[in-house]
């Protein structure tokens, strides 16, 4: 089991990551949440915080 945040509005969500090439053929994770346990679950890596959208509500990753 991987990270999980409950948000302002008592959403639960769980964050997930996956490894994507970009165009210029550098690899990068990204991080992302969805409402369901996956897979693809992670911990919070280090020098990361979760940070909520005052408009939506969604939670992101962020760097500190």
Do not use: H
């Amino acid at each position: 089991m991987g990270y999980s945040y409950t948000n302002s509005k008592g959403n639960k969500y769980f964050l997930n990551s996956k490894d994507v090439t970009l165009k210029g053929g550098r690899n990068q994770t990204i991080y992302y949440f969805s409402k369901d346990e996956r897979a693809q679950g992670c911990d919070l890596p280090a020098g990361k915080q979760v940070v909520e959208s005052p408009k939506t509500g969604l939670p992101f990753v962020k760097g500190k």
